[in-house]
Each structure stands twice: as C-alpha cells, then as structure tokens.
C-alpha cells in the first residue's frame, strides 16, 4: 500500500481505482447521463436491488446546479466528481477495507483521527434511505458511508454496502490545498501542470450563470413532462418481445435514464428559482413515483433476480 | 453465585442513542432473569461508540424448581379425557391424585418443572434481548435477516464464578457468542480473552477503551476545563454537547486550538452554533471581554505528534467553515446597510408561511397592525411598536439564519442594530421570540411584548380559521405552547386586557386572517373559541401552581374571564380562601343552602329571588343571619369593585358561623308558608353573595 503522498487530483482518483479494483470491484465508467450523485448510477440504483450479488466502483461527475458560485467559492461547485463504491451483500470488514483504501490514498491512519459520525441518508427523488455515517477525518466529512435498506420503495435483501467520496473536497484535504480551483488536476512537475482551475474556472462560471439565469424554465417544464410521460410509456410496453427471443424483454433501464433525466430537469428548474415551496414535494413525489416505478420493474429482470 | 457479563460490539452506535440503550439492555436482560426465576444483586449497563456492556453480580446459577398442582377431568371421565390430561401434563396415570371436590371425585397431577441452569437462561434471555431491542431506528446488514442500530461484529457472553469463566454458548444469525472482545479500532487492534467484568474493564483500558461513559465525561470536562485554565480562559460548558462527545469516543484526548483572528469579530453566538453544530466543538471564552477565543475538540486516540496533525486539520475545517459564516455575516451587514432591515424582508414575500395562511410577508403585515393595536394596551408606543413588527422576522431572509435557522431573533438583533434602529426595536426582533420554553425568560420590555403577543395571537387566529387545531397528542404548529407563551408574556408582566373585547386583539387578529379555506369550507376564527383553548392552556400552567382545575373554573364564570390575569388573581385568592378552615365550611354552607334552595325552586316552579325581610324572621340565628349578610354584602361589593379578593373573601368567610348557626337553629321548609318563603329567600341572598365572588357551584367537593 503506497503510504507516501500523493501528488494530484487524479492521483488519488486513480489510487482509489487501483485500490477498489484489488479489493474484487468491477472499475465502472462513469455514467453518461446528467445526475446529481453517484447513487443515480444504474449501477448503484437499479444493482442494489434484488438478490445478485455485486461489486463495483467508478467515478461520477455530478450536478447540483443550486451550488454554482461562479468558480468562486473555495468548496463549493454545481460540477464535481464522486467516487462510488457499492458492494452487495455488504461484507462483514466493509469498515476495514474502507479504512484501507484511506490508506490507498495517503492518509496516515496512527497520525489522524478518524470517526463514523451517525448519519442516515434518504434521497427522497429515489425512495431510498439507509443508516450509516460521515466519516470525519481530523473534523472533515470525507466520505458517506451507508447500508441501503429501502430503494425505490423495495427492501434491500441482501443489503449493500454503499461508499461515497466526495473526490475534490478530499483531495483538497490530503494535497494540503485551500482553494479548489488551485488544486493540482495532474502531476505538478508535468511538462504542462494543470490545476482544477485551469479545467473548470470557466465551465464554472459558465454554468452558473446557465443555472441560476440561462436555463430555458418552460422548456426544461416540458422536457420534465416529456420525461416523465416516456418512462411510464416504456414501462408499459408488453414484456413479450418477439425479436428477443422468448425471455421477456422489459426496457428498465432506458425507462430509467429518463427518471434520472426528470431528476435533472428538477434540480435545473430548482436553482432557476421556479419551483415554489409547495411545488417541490410534488416533482420530488413524481420523479420518486418513476424511481418506484423502474425499480419495480427491474426485480421482475435477469439482472433483478426475478427471472 | 456468579457474575455474568456481556458485550455487543458493533460498528459505531450514533452517541445519541446510547444513554437509552444502556438502560434498555438492562432493563430487559434482568427483567427476562427475573422472570425466568433468576435472581441478582446488582447490575449495571455501558456504553461506548462500538459496544454496549451489561454486568450482573450475584446471579442465582439456578433458577428454582417449581410444583404446581393442576386440576383435571373427574375420575370417572371418559378415558380419552383422562389421556389428554396426562398428555398435556407429562403425568404417568399412576401418579395422578384422586380427591373429591364436593362435586364427586376428581383427577390433580402434581407437576413438577425443574429449575435449570443460569447460562441456559441466560442464552435464551439475551438471544430475545438482542432480537426485540428496541432502538428508535435499526437496520438489516449483509445477507442476514438480524436486526440492529448499526451492523453486530461480536457478543461476548461470560459466566464467572470461583470455578472460573463459562462462555454461555448462543449464536445469532452467524455470531457465536465467545469470551473475546476487541479493543480501540486504531490503537490497540486484535482480539483478546476476558475472565471477568474487572479484568474485562481493565483490559480494555489497556486497549484504549475506556468503557463508563461518565468516566468519559469526566475526563474530557477535566482536561477541557484545564487546558482553558492555563491559558487564562475559561471553557463556555455545554452538558448535552459534553454527552454527544463522550458517546463519540473511546479514549478521550482532549485538544485546543485557536480560531484564527479573522473570525473572532463574529457574533459569539455564530461562532458558538457554528463550532457546536458542525464540528462539535466546545467554545473557550476569554472571561474579561466574553469574547470566544479558542476551541476545544475532542479526538479519539493520541498520536506520535501529540495530536498535532489532528489539531491543525481541525483547525483547517473550522477556518473553512467560519470563512463560510463571516461571508454570511459580512454580506448581510452590507444588505441592511444598504437596503435596510425592512429592505431584507422584502423577501419574505416568497416565503410561505402555510399555503392556506399565505406568505410570512402577509403574517408580518397582519403581526403589525395587530402590535399597533396591543401597543397602547402595554404601555408601548405604538409607532415604535410597529416599526418593531415590521422587521421582527427580517433575519429570516438573512444568509446567516438561512445556514443557522436556530439563530433567528438573535441576528435580527444584531443587524438591527447595524441598520440604527432603535435599541427597544433591536431587543424584540430577538425577544419577540421569547419565551422560548417552560424555563426560558418572558419579556418585560413593552416594544417585545406588544410584538410577542401579537405574533402568538395571529398564529393562534391563523390556525383557528384554517381548522388546524391541536388534537390529543398531535400539535404540529406548536400551537399549545403559542397560547402558553401569550399567557406567560400576559400574567409574567401583569398585563390587563381584555383579550376577547370586541373590539379587541381577538377580533382585531380574526378579522385581519379572514375567512380562510378550511377542510370545512371557509371559516373565521372565534373569539370565544380562541378564549376556551386559552383557558385550558391556563389550567395546566396553574396546575403546576397547585391551583385545582375547578377552583379555575369557578373564577372563569365570572365576568372579565378574558383578563387572564384578573383570572388569576381571583384563583389564587379563592385557592388561599378554601386552604381555610373557614373556606371549606362555607363551601359547604354555600352547597347546602344552594341545594335547599334549587330544590324548592324545582317543586315549586317560582324563584326565590327577591324579598327576604328580617320582619319574618324568629330565631335568633336567623336575625343574626340576616346582620351578617348585610355586613359582608357591604364589604364585599366594594372590595370586587377594587379587585382586592382577599377582603372579599375574608367578608365572605365571616358568613361561615351565621350559616352554620342558622341551619342548625331553623328548619327552612317551616310549616308556615310566609316563614318558609322567607327564609328560602334568605338563602338566595346567601347564593348570589356567593356567586359574586365566584361560581363556588363549580368547586368539586
């Protein structure tokens, strides 16, 4: 285990793969849809459910809109990256290992203090929640560590074990830096030195301003309707499929982009500013309806373990 | 008789939990020994992040053998009766008794269940223990079906007596019990073998665990109080912050850092809430200048550096936090200075308040023209008062608050008076608030009452016209403790007003609501309505005074029952008159002339009103009688004139020996009419002389 420093932002992203990797996960790619946390990943989402066992990690870049700052802010950005661990069932040295991919990454576990700090974790826009902790290192949140117990409405059995790092916030922390955009992207002493500013300043600043002023509100409210109709039109769809042969064939997963898509268009919406206090619950209650709505559809699947 | 001892180590029990869970294993594994006929001498239950640990001295090692005799079918019942008693009983026939009841002869079978030994028990005590624990939220882990607050690592099931230890052998969804624990996660890895609760507790402590949480405790508030010390502070203490942390840690160590000089102009209550809620740190107070200058936190191991990576990366977090907070602070001063406090409640009107109540904005309005109103009622200047209104809730729409909501009222102070509004306008953005709970205090400066009041009577009003009144146990807009809070601002400050004057604050407060949609249609608060919560609310609160329900009730019959502190002080003042001797007697004097009288007004369907004439009287007692009431009858009118119900009823007390004497002397229903309809008139004179100083029909006897 490299215990020295190290020296980038990809880096230790890539530490994290290496370490996950030899741990037994399957190194995913990170998914080419628009959300707004790593658990959105069909991988995470649709995986922890049903009996298969699973094992995987990747890395998500992920969307908040409501925190751009313009790439001013030393914390916060409305685009960042999350790493994903999720492993089903959660084996019994989950702790342990997840101890150990700290060490991966540079942290001295005898110089630092570290704590699980009661956190219970529910995504209303899923229909998930489970109990776990934020891992504080010296103080700092560095990770969100949570046994799924409910997804999409469905209990979880076997239940997985789910780890979230939130990349930058954690590199900032292990690379000793105070200001984000400062951070190191790539080797320092490379022949072209990238910091996490010369890649995102911009994309920052251009964001927000689309997030907070440049978002189109009454298309992005037809493309939430257009969503939503599209999932439940995909689901309804007759699970006899004659071109596949005679196994049903229930199209899950492109129902389920388009639940993530509605998600999206939510949050988008949220940080225009439309969305009243009322309002919110009812497209929380909706895009979760479509969460359900899939998840009950994928445990009938293969891949589900209901066929 | 040995010692039993247990631990459930588990990944990390969130410190809330804990004090709870201590006291529930105890309770049910010693309750369930009991029950199965185990008896102990002493228990007692711990906690760390990572196990809960019960030890019981003095167990029973068996439980006793019990006889039981149990009645069966009658001797000459059919022989398939007779069977399925031995089946149910494990008789053999030959040893069943034949006795005859008096009904002829019957079957008993002496049954005889045999004590069994204490770790058979144990097992089966801590195995349901562990299956029914009743955490307030638990969770299923892996591919079991076991249930608990965080994933179960180990149970560790120990009997010891002078024999040695006995691993009691019980195994849960995969996990034997054993004799093993584990100590600190960090600084003392790997499992070791334990004999005993002493030796359990000692090894622990040489494996970085310190297992009573009071010890915790003690060590960190010692060390904290210390560490301040020395450097010529003093630590700002907080018990329930100090038992958060405690249930965080196995080995305490206790460090201190500084906040960097940059931060320490922040309010001390942001810098306060901000290291308490999200680092959990405690604050050290310089005690010349009350400024927070430093902070203590609380780590979970030492290390070779002393704590000095663990110091600075906490330190690095708190920096970035209050970075976050003097940008909030900052930011909001530069609004209020620039737009004004009212400028920042502009943006309330995209608040809502409750979608049937409309927006805070709309309440902020309705709270001011109602303060206006109550303001001269309290002695407050009215245009200050609602200039006060106006900004009460600005804070709501300041960033600080946005990040911090348990900080509103006390920003709205501060940026009020960096906006140059006066001090009485500054102190009720806070206090209007107030009081905040049974222990907090009420506000006595007559700007904060004015609004206070206002503010709880248009919540009351509000919830009224929408139908959202509390019921039973459910009261999610708090509106009990609402009333509360306007009878605590109105009898803490001996306010006098007439609440349900029409006009009057609940009119005024209904009408400014409106008829509002509620899930009977639309409908208008009442003022009579409002008046009966208040009333009940009124009750409890002098419950607690000592003061009966009924002896409430009877003043509440009197007029002006919307002066709650005229309310009170005839409560108190009746209260102290039936502690009396003389009290109680004329209580009952009061009852038996009421009755007479009701009775014959009954039967005779006219009304003894009027007339009663010392012409007709013929004893003594009733001469006396009528002197007597003519006596208290002048000192009593006055006395209610002048509010002073001690003399009232001391005037009324003075009527005890006359009553007692007349009704001992006369026979009301004499056989002469004109005697009888006077003296029943007599007794009219003794109700209504009564009942003007309260309704005493209404005092349960």
């Given at each position: 285990m490299p215990a020295d420093t190290p020296r980038s932002f990809q880096e230790i992203i890539l530490r994290l793969q290496a370490y996950w990797g030899a741990q037994g996960c399957a190194i995913l790619q990170p998914y080419d849809m628009e959300v707004g946390a790593g658990t959105f990943h069909p991988a995470t989402t649709l995986r922890a459910l049903g009996t298969r066992p699973w094992a995987a990690a990747y890395v998500q870049p992920s969307r908040r809109p409501t925190d751009g700052r313009y790439g001013e802010n030393p914390n916060r950005l409305q685009h960042y990256y999350q790493y994903q661990v999720i492993i089903k069932p959660s084996p019994p040295d989950l702790q342990e290992l997840y101890l150990g991919s700290l060490e991966a990454i540079g942290i001295d576990l005898a110089l630092h203090d570290i704590r699980f700090v009661e956190d219970d974790w529910e995504s209303p826009t899923l229909g998930a929640w489970g109990l776990g902790w934020e891992v504080w290192c010296d103080g700092m949140e560095v990770s969100q560590f949570t046994y799924f117990q409910q997804v999409g409405g469905h209990d979880c059995h076997p239940v997985s074990g789910e780890l979230t790092y939130g990349l930058e916030r954690l590199a900032m922390y292990v690379l000793g830096v105070d200001h984000v955009m400062e951070m190191p992207f790539n080797d320092p002493a490379a022949p072209i030195p990238l910091s996490y500013g010369d890649i995102f300043r911009q994309t920052e600043r251009e964001y927000s301003r689309h997030n907070f002023d440049g978002a189109d509100t009454a298309m992005l409210l037809r493309h939430f309707e257009d969503a939503e109709a599209e999932c439940r039109r995909l689901l309804a769809f007759d699970p006899a499929d004659p071109k596949a042969g005679d196994r049903p064939n229930v199209m899950v997963h492109p129902a389920y982009d388009q639940c993530i898509k509605a998600s999206h268009i939510f949050n988008l919406l949220d940080a225009r500013g439309v969305i009243s206090v009322t309002e919110r619950q009812a497209y929380i209650g909706r895009v979760r309806a479509l969460a359900k709505a899939c998840a009950d559809a994928f445990v009938t699947t293969e891949a589900g373990g209901g066929a | 008789m040995p010692d039993l001892l247990i631990e459930l180590l588990s990944e990390e029990i969130p410190a809330r939990m804990q004090p709870r869970a201590r006291d529930d294993l105890r309770r049910l594994v010693t309750d369930g020994l009991v029950e199965a006929g185990l008896t102990y001498a002493h228990a007692a239950a711990f906690s760390t992040p990572r196990r809960l640990a019960l030890a019981v001295e003095g167990l029973a090692d068996r439980s006793p053998t019990l006889r039981e005799e149990r009645k069966g079918p009658r001797a000459d019942a059919p022989a398939q009766a007779i069977e399925g008693f031995l089946r149910a009983t494990g008789v053999p026939r030959e040893a069943l008794i034949e006795r005859d009841t008096g009904r002829g002869a019957v079957l008993f079978a002496l049954v005889e269940r045999p004590g069994r030994p204490a770790a058979e028990i144990v097992a089966e005590v801590l195995a349901r223990t562990i299956r029914d624990f009743p955490w307030p939220k638990s969770m299923r882990w892996g591919a079991g079906s076991l249930r608990w607050v965080r994933p179960l690592r180990g149970i560790l099931c120990l009997l010891t007596d002078g024999a040695g230890a006995e691993v009691v052998p019980l195994a849960l969804d995969g996990i034997a019990a054993s004799g093993t624990t584990e100590g600190h996660r960090f600084m003392a890895p790997g499992r070791f073998a334990v004999t005993g609760f002493e030796d359990y507790a000692a090894r622990l402590r040489r494996a970085h665990v310190i297992l009573d949480p009071a010890e915790r405790e003690a060590k960190i508030l010692h060390e904290a109080r210390s560490l301040a010390f020395a450097a010529g502070l003093e630590l700002v203490e907080d018990p329930a912050l100090l038992t958060e942390v405690a249930g965080l840690v196995e080995w305490p160590v206790v460090l201190m850092g500084e906040i960097g000089a940059d931060y320490l102009a922040l309010p001390a209550e942001v810098l306060r809430t901000s290291m308490r809620e999200h680092q959990k740190f405690f604050s050290v107070r310089?005690?010349?200048?009350g400024r927070i200058e430093r902070f203590v936190t609380v780590a979970n191991r030492e290390t070779a550096d002393h704590g000095a990576t663990i110091l600075a990366g906490n330190a690095r977090v708190l920096a970035a936090r209050l970075s976050d907070a003097r940008f909030f602070w900052e930011s909001d001063l530069h609004t209020v200075r620039t737009v004004g406090l009212e400028g920042m409640a502009e943006g309330l009107r995209a608040v809502t308040f409750h979608n049937r109540l409309g927006s805070q904005w709309e309440r902020v309005q309705r709270i001011e023209a109602l303060a206006r109103e109550i303001a001269p009622l309290v002695g407050a200047p009215p245009d200050l008062t609602a200039e006060a209104a106006r900004v009460c809730k600005a804070d709501l729409q300041s960033r600080m608050v946005g990040e911090f909501p348990e900080l509103q009222g006390i920003m709205g102070r501060y940026y009020a008076a960096a906006a140059g509004l006066p001090e009485p306008v500054a102190a009720a953005c806070e206090d209007h608030y107030r009081p905040l709970g049974p222990a907090d205090r009420v506000p006595a400066e007559p700007v904060s009452i004015a609004v206070a009041l206002a503010d709880r009577i248009d919540t009351l009003a509000g919830f009224w016209a929408i139908g959202e009144k509390p019921t039973g146990s459910k009261d999610p807009f708090a509106l009990r403790r609402a009333a509360l809070g306007a009878i605590r601002l109105i009898l803490d400050n001996g306010l006098r007003l007439r609440l349900a004057a029409r006009p009057g604050p609940f009119r005024t407060a209904g009408d400014l609501v409106g008829p509002r949609e509620s899930d009977q249609g639309p409908s208008h608060a009442s003022e009579t309505d409002l008046l009966a919560f208040l009333h009940d609310r009124l009750k409890v609160h002098l419950r607690e005074e000592g003061i009966r329900h009924d002896v409430i009730d009877a003043v509440l019959a009197m007029p002006g029952s919307d002066d709650l502190t005229l309310v009170v002080k005839r409560a108190r003042a009746l209260a102290a008159f039936l502690a009396t001797d003389d009290g109680e007697n004329l209580v009952q004097g009061f009852r038996r002339a009421n009755n007479i009288l009701t009775q014959a007004e009954e039967r005779d369907g006219v009304e003894y009103s009027f007339g009663a004439d010392p012409r007709f009287a013929e004893d003594p007692a009733e001469h006396a009688l009528f002197a007597a009431l003519d006596a208290a009858e002048a000192a009593i009118a006055p006395a209610m004139q002048a509010e002073d119900f001690a003399a009232a009823m001391a005037a009324m007390a003075a009527l005890r020996a006359p009553i007692d004497a007349f009704f001992e002397a006369?026979?009301?229903?004499?056989?002469n009419e004109a005697v009888r309809r006077n003296r029943l008139n007599l007794l009219h004179r003794i109700r209504a002389l009564c009942l003007s100083v309260a309704d005493l029909a209404k005092l349960e006897g």
């Open positions: - | 310089n005690p010349r200048s006369v026979q009301v229903n004499a056989p």
